[in-house]
Structure formats: C-alpha cells, structure tokens
Nanobody, 125 residues
Framework: QVQLVESGGRLVQAGGSLRLSCAVS????????MGWFRQAPGKEREFLAA????????LYADSVKGRFTVSRDTAKSTVWLQMHNLKPEDTAVYYC??????????????????WGQGTQVTVSS
C-alpha cells in the first residue's frame, strides 16, 4: 500500500524559510507526479507545485512561483518543497499527493489518488 508521509512543518516567523519533506513508501511510483497542496482553515485545498518523478518536470501555481521550489530524490524516494519568504497567509496544513496519470501534470486535486496526512505550517507575523 502506498504511503506518503510529510514532515518539516513548524512555527516560523514571517520572512523565514522552511523545507517540507514527503517520504514515499512505494518505489513503483517512479512514473508518478508528486504534488504539494495546502489547506487553510475554512478554505479549499490549494495546489502549490508538482514534480514528475521521472524526468523532474515541474509545475507551479502562479501564487508561489519564485518563492516555492519542488524537488525530488528518486533514490531516496523523497520529494521536498522548499519555501522562502514565508508570509502569515502561508499558514496551512501542507499535503503531498501522488498522481499516476501519465502525460501533462495537473493542478486538479481530484487527479491525485494518494495523500499524506499533512504537516502544519504556521507563519507568525
């Protein structure tokens, strides 16, 4: 069974940086796209970034381009989300997810079939 485990969330001051990790339990996901999403209280889940494990192709939401970077290490079965210049509005639970669909990556939540449990990021002003 596929398991995704996020880590790295914590309290950070505005302007700070944070790197989130997503450990993937299943090596057969190598053709998958791994996405990062977040959900703040009372808001819908929001797509942030995705990376194709094979090839490293990336996709970003316009709202985080230039501040967030997604990367992966296939040997370690790990995907990271590096976040810079964090703002209080970045406070949310951050999730990683896996999409088995080949071809163009998507920002659609419904396309991602496996999800982690989430990690809390809180940005203080």
């Amino acid at each position: 069974q596929v398991q995704l485990v996020e880590s790295g969330g914590r309290l950070v001051q505005a302007g700070g940086s944070l790197r989130l990790s997503c450990a993937v339990s299943e090596h057969t996901l190598r053709d998958y796209a791994m996405g990062w999403f977040r959900q703040a209280p009372g808001k819908e889940r929001e797509f942030l970034a995705a990376i194709r494990l094979r090839g490293g192709f990336t996709l970003y939401a316009d709202s985080v381009k230039g501040r967030f970077t997604v990367s992966r290490d296939t040997a370690k079965s790990t995907v990271w989300l590096q976040m810079h210049n964090l703002k209080p509005e970045d406070t949310a639970v951050y999730y990683c997810a896996a999409d088995s669909t080949l071809g163009i990556m998507t920002d659609e939540t419904s396309s991602y079939m496996y999800w982690g449990q989430g990690t809390q990021v809180t940005v203080s002003s």
